[in-house]
């Protein structure tokens, strides 16, 4: 009897090979799918020597970790300026602060009897710019010892901005550690993975920079030395106030005959006792000018004082805006000094962990900052 | 009294060997280290998915007979070519293949504590086997007796181990991984026991599904905001796992069931043919 249920029954062998085609099929697909996806997954491991730890990273924590360096090393700049410029601004308000503590004293001096009458026969008697730049300086510059201050404000500055630095580019090692300790992968053969090593790339950067920081700063010393000096005082005697009250030698002059009062409203090193007129003019402008000079003490006395009410508070303002604006390009000379060498420092970091890659033997598509 | 009883034994055995040596070869294959059972892995996946292609393939080709018995007249080619051929065949041989993958690779992760369970249900298995066959006996044509039984097994049986698996599950101790990142949990908890190969990838995947699993599971109690979503993703991954498993399980042993009663048929057609 050829049974009903004889083709429910009916399942050849050949299933058996079908079922061992179709496993080996999968198993083979799947293996190399595997193989493929470990082999993508392992192949771009590096260890990253940072902070005094190795961290081993895959491709992406490596990749992500370059873009993170690069965005902190161009933020090296900023991140300076915020540390230094409190410091900077602190320390040249000590320095400056002598030099306007002296003005005070300076126009007391200056619009004393003696010093009026002093600007009076110089005023008579040859240069007043380039004598009152002399007093400027001796009275105001040299007594608040600006120049001293400066220098030392300079080497501070320079000490500090490399204590900064190092600090910094400590941090950005000690941030990229913390950040990418926990990403790290598990590598098998961790000796034979190749070894950037930003801990060096970082420090040999900032041994780099030292003996280049003392240029960097000798270089803004120039532009600081500038504005403490002779400009300073050119600047300090070309102010409006200042002329002002040079105009006021010029009005009082004609009272002491004519030839004095062209020797005063020219400026000129012209004197009364040079003048082209002879022996006997000569003799008699200075026996004018003596007499003159005699008649003034006794009678404008007064009128100089009611013209140093007027002019003292300008001169005052004036001076401490000379002061101010020199104040103000000391520090931007330092700044840009700094900026300058902050930018090296960044050149020479990126430079410094393209070495490391290249030691490396990093693929390019892998590096840090790019395949430059 | 014990020489009865040991036949009694042997009775059992015959009867039910089959299950036996489902049991046997589970136990095996979850206690083989690593690299043996990497090695072994294509004869026993092949062996399993065998297994369970012939009992789903028999139950295939009785669902498709009914429905031709119906139809189509009896001596039409249409009930020949109808009957399920090599694409039925091929659709459960896939179905079969990924589900002995599934079991195989589930055995290997299970905790000790899921086998008293499992042999429970296989027992259980053996003993609604038992009643369905008193009961259908004296209702249903003889030749199909045996199949139907299999085929109205399989629910009962599956829905019982997979009851029983959901609730192992949810009465073991998990892993700990409120407030943990999916991926930070998985990391941290998939272990690196299991070998390089082709085996090993699988037993991590499933370690990551049970992983997260757990994870969406505790993650949406404590965190009242992913709520809704995540537990039920929790859940329908507890559900699909345990009761895919359980469905593989009993496939297995129905369809070592259905292989045994083919080769026994066999041998008696062979000794009737015989003289």
């Known amino acids: ?372 | 009294m014990a020489k009865r009883l040991s036949e009694r034994c042997r009775q059992v055995l015959g009867r039910h060997g089959h299950v036996v040596l489902v049991a046997g070869l589970m136990a095996v294959w979850a206690l083989l280290g690593p690299r043996v059972a990497a090695a072994l892995l294509l004869p026993v996946w092949v062996i399993v998915a065998q297994l369970i292609f012939l009992g789903s393939f028999e139950a295939a080709r009785l669902r498709r007979r009914a429905w031709l018995g119906q139809y189509l007249v009896a001596a039409s080619p249409w009930q020949r070519w109808l009957r399920g051929g090599l694409l039925m065949a091929l659709w459960h041989q896939g179905l079969a293949i990924l589900l002995a993958l599934l079991l195989l690779v589930k055995l290997r992760l299970l905790p000790p504590v899921y086998w008293p369970v499992l042999l429970m249900s296989l027992v259980a298995l053996v003993l609604i086997q038992q009643l369905l066959k008193r009961r259908l006996q004296r209702h249903v044509i003889g030749e199909y007796l045996a199949a139907l039984v299999r085929r109205l097994l399989v629910w009962p049986a599956g829905a019982l181990l997979a009851l029983l698996l959901v609730l192992t599950a949810l009465w073991l101790p998990q892993p700990y991984l409120v407030g943990l990142g999916w991926e930070e949990a998985v990391i941290r908890h998939t272990s690196t026991a299991a070998g390089d190969g082709l085996l090993g990838a699988f037993e991590r995947f499933g370690q990551a599904l049970e992983l997260t699993q757990f994870w969406a599971m505790q993650n949406a109690l404590e965190r009242h905001g992913l709520g809704q979503g995540l537990i039920l993703f929790g859940w329908f991954l507890l559900l699909l796992t345990q009761s895919a498993f359980a469905w593989a399980v009993v496939r297995l042993a129905v369809g070592a069931d259905a292989l045994r009663d083919t080769l026994g048929h066999f041998r008696n057609a062979g000794r009737k043919d015989a003289p």
């Open chain 1, 1 to 372: 009897m050829t049974s009903m249920a004889e083709p429910l029954r009916r399942v050849p062998a050949a299933y058996w090979w079908l079922t061992l085609l179709l496993v080996l099929t999968l198993m083979l697909a799947l293996g190399y799918g595997y193989r493929q996806l470990q082999e993508r997954s392992e192949a771009p491991l590096f260890r990253v020597v940072v902070n005094g730890e190795a961290l081993i990273l895959d491709g992406e924590s490596h990749a992500a970790l370059g873009q993170e360096l690069s965005v902190l090393a161009g933020r090296l700049d900023l991140h300076l300026r915020d540390e230094m410029q409190p410091w900077l601004d602190a320390r040249l308000d000590t320095a400056f602060a002598p030099l306007e503590a002296a003005i005070p004293e300076y126009l007391d001096w200056h619009f004393s009897l003696r010093g009026s009458y002093l600007r009076l026969a110089v005023a008579l008697g040859g240069d007043l710019d380039e004598w009152l730049e002399a007093q400027l300086n001796e009275r105001l510059l040299e007594r608040s010892n600006i120049a001293a201050a400066l220098e030392e404000l300079e080497a501070d500055f320079g000490a500090r901005l490399v204590e900064v630095q190092q600090r910094v580019v400590g941090e950005i090692g000690s941030t990229l550690q913390t950040r990418y300790a926990p990403r790290q992968a598990a590598a098998r053969n961790e000796d034979e993975l190749p070894t950037i090593d930003l801990d060096l790339a970082l420090e040999g950067t900032l041994q780099g920079r030292w003996d280049e920081a003392r240029w960097g700063t000798a270089g803004a010393g120039g532009i600081v030395g500038f504005a403490a000096g002779r400009a300073l005082t050119q600047r300090l005697v070309a102010g409006t106030a200042m002329q002002g009250s040079r105009a006021l030698m010029a009005r009082i002059a004609p009272r002491l005959g004519m030839h004095a009062a062209r020797s005063v409203g020219a400026g000129a090193a012209t004197t009364a006792a040079t003048a082209p007129s002879g022996p006997m003019a000569l003799l008699a402008g200075t026996a004018a000018t003596a007499v003159a000079l005699a008649g003034f003490a006794g009678t404008e006395y007064a009128l100089l004082k009611a013209e140093e009410s007027r002019y003292r508070d300008d001169m005052h303002a004036e001076l401490e805006l000379e002061l101010t604006r020199a104040r103000a390009e000391v520090r931007q000379a330092l700044e840009a000094a700094a900026s300058d060498w902050t930018q090296s420092l960044e050149r020479s970091l990126r430079r410094g962990i393209h070495d490391a890659e290249e030691a490396a033997q990093i693929p390019s598509q892998y590096r840090i900052l790019g395949s430059r």
